[in-house]
């Protein structure tokens, strides 16, 4: 059986696919995109049958779950030592620009039925609010909360019905809101 111009487990040109590969041509066309390619679209962006990609992920669901691990996993990490409330602010403009930055990832994180990324994102909360010693209900409240507002504020800024949310400026007085209203709870 022949496959119609596509070569089977190695792209042109001798390089190696790989896992890491497959990844990032996954993240510059959901970057180019704005939304998740297609397994088809994927395997021709990187010159392999599509059967090829199968051999590094079971399914389309381990490599969204994989691609948007490792994309979060790029956001800022929390510095121990350092005011609290600077560190939240870099962690949340850190996400937002994320966001920003690949257009589909949103909605992609949204539908998954993993929580691998979310782990990554909780954790680096967690360690911005450590200094605040909140109790695990406050935390978990304190986090929901700013998740749905980032997630809120990327959406207006994907739909561009408000027009000019694309700086941090925008964020920085709800944000300092949610700081003080935080501050004040712990």
């Given at each position: 059986?022949?496959?119609?111009?596509?070569?089977?487990?190695?792209?042109?040109?001798?390089?190696?696919?790989?896992?890491?590969?497959?990844?990032?041509?996954?993240?510059s066309?959901?970057?180019q995109?704005?939304?998740?390619?297609?397994?088809r679209k994927?395997?021709?962006?990187?010159?392999?049958?599509v059967m090829?990609?199968?051999?590094?992920?079971?399914?389309?669901?381990a490599?969204?779950?994989?691609?948007?691990?490792?994309?979060?996993?790029?956001?800022?990490?929390?510095?121990?030592?350092?005011?609290w409330?600077?560190?939240?602010?870099?962690?949340?403009?850190?996400y937002?620009?994320?966001?920003?930055?690949?257009?589909?990832?949103?909605?992609t994180?949204?539908?998954?039925?993993?929580?691998?990324?979310?782990q990554?994102?909780?954790?680096?909360?967690?360690?911005?609010?450590?200094?605040?010693?909140?109790?695990e209900?406050?935390?978990?409240?304190?986090?929901?909360?700013l998740?749905d507002?980032?997630?809120?504020?990327?959406?207006?800024?994907?739909?561009?019905?408000?027009?000019?949310?694309e700086?941090?400026?925008?964020?920085e007085?709800?944000?300092?809101?949610?700081?003080?209203?935080?501050?004040?709870?712990?």
């Amino acid at each position: 059986m022949t496959v119609k111009g596509k070569r089977r487990g190695r792209p042109q040109g001798g390089a190696a696919l790989s896992r890491e590969r497959i990844l990032e041509a996954a993240a510059s066309l959901l970057g180019q995109e704005g939304k998740v390619p297609s397994l088809r679209k994927l395997g021709g962006e990187l010159e392999v049958d599509v059967m090829a990609l199968y051999h590094y992920f079971p399914n389309k669901g381990a490599l969204l779950e994989a691609l948007c691990c490792q994309l979060v996993s790029g956001i800022y990490t929390p510095q121990e030592g350092q005011p609290w409330r600077q560190e939240l602010t870099r962690l949340s403009q850190s996400y937002l620009s994320l966001l920003r930055r690949h257009g589909g990832l949103l909605e992609t994180l949204l539908g998954m039925s993993t929580s691998g990324p979310a782990q990554v994102f909780m954790a680096r909360f967690d360690q911005a609010v450590a200094p605040l010693s909140l109790n695990e209900t406050q935390r978990g409240h304190a986090m929901a909360l700013l998740v749905d507002y980032l997630h809120g504020f990327a959406l207006a800024i994907h739909c561009n019905s408000c027009g000019g949310l694309e700086d941090d400026g925008h964020l920085e007085g709800p944000l300092n809101f949610y700081l003080d209203a935080l501050e004040a709870r712990a």
